[in-house]
């Protein structure tokens, strides 16, 4: 056997079922999001249910919520997450610095960040605890509430405990790979460190950054552990709000339920979309310089 077809040969069975599941269950709940689900007694096709999803308002409160957090999360997990890089490259241990980095978006889940993030930033948490034993605050309950928040500042610190150090791995990566010549002819010329990062750095990594904005801002506005764990009840985040309506126990709520997750659904593969045109403009300019 051809030694490059023998590794997707081994993995065929596996993904052929993998793929047949996902696809009978996605075709499945695009039938119900149009009206068609016979154990109920629906078999006309109809666009109905996601015009009554369009128009619900706490479907529009839960997409602003999602759409909110995702950004600001992301947004500054990107400037972290290139502070950070930066940081490392111009630190005299990076190894160690590199392994802290390379190994915290790696080895905790979003659940247990989420955990994290209440245990230490919760009213009756390790933070508001040690500014009660300091004497900074009087009582435990004057700690600002940063969890279940209709802001979501507890959702958005998890999801930038998780980012920054994705960032800042990725920008990193690209950062030691850039020939030190560039830096070195820019401060020659009189340019200074700051100006050197904004004007010679930060465009050659700016495609990275972008590309990994995508992705964190995605996996941020459709993850459902952390809003569901640490989020407020009103406005849920859109996955959380999608669960909430699945198990509604009326059966004729279902398309409903089902229009809200191909919504979804459509906004995940635009986000597949615009990460792979992203990509190819990336490899488009990298060929082109």
């Known amino acids: 056997m051809n030694k490059t077809m023998k590794p997707y040969m081994m993995l065929m069975p596996a993904t052929i079922i993998l793929l047949g599941i996902f696809v009978v269950g996605l075709t499945m709940a695009l ?14 096709f109809t666009l109905k249910y996601y015009r009554e999803v369009l128009t619900d308002h706490r479907f529009l409160a839960s997409l602003r919520f999602s759409i909110w957090i995702a950004f600001v999360s992301s947004g500054l997990s990107v400037i972290i997450g290139v502070l950070l890089a930066y940081s490392i490259m111009k630190s005299k241990q990076k190894k160690g610095l590199e392994e802290i980095v390379y190994k915290l978006p790696v080895i ?18 390790l933070l ?3 500014l009660y034993t300091l004497g900074i605050i009087s009582e435990q309950s004057q700690f600002p509430a940063l969890l279940f928040d209709r802001n979501g500042i507890g959702i958005i610190l998890a999801y930038l405990w998780k980012g920054a150090p994705f960032i800042a791995m990725v920008v990193y990566t690209v950062l030691s790979n850039i020939n030190d010549r ?9 340019a200074n460190n700051k100006q050197v990062f904004w004007y010679v750095l930060l465009p050659l990594i700016m495609p990275s950054i972008l590309s990994s904005f995508i992705i964190i ?4 506005f459709g993850a459902f552990e952390v809003p ?3 989020g407020p009840t009103t406005p849920r985040a859109l996955p959380v709000q999608a669960y909430v ?36 403009i990336i490899t488009k300019y990298n060929g082109g310089a």
Do not use: C
């Open 31 to 44: 039938v119900q999001s149009l009206g068609y689900f016979p154990a109920i007694g629906l078999q006309e």
């Open 108 to 125: 905790v889940p979003h659940a247990v960040a989420a955990l994290l993030v209440y245990n230490v930033l919760g009213q009756s948490g």
């Open 128 to 130: 508001p605890r040690v």
């Open 182 to 190: 560039l830096s070195e002819v820019a401060l020659n010329l009189g």
């Open 217 to 220: 801002f995605a996996f941020s």
């Open 228 to 230: 569901f764990l640490i």
């Open 245 to 280: 309506e699945y198990m509604n126990p009326d059966w004729g709520h279902r398309p409903y339920t089902m229009a809200i997750n191909m919504i979804l659904t459509f906004v995940s593969f635009g986000f597949i979309w615009l990460y792979h045109r992203t990509f190819k």
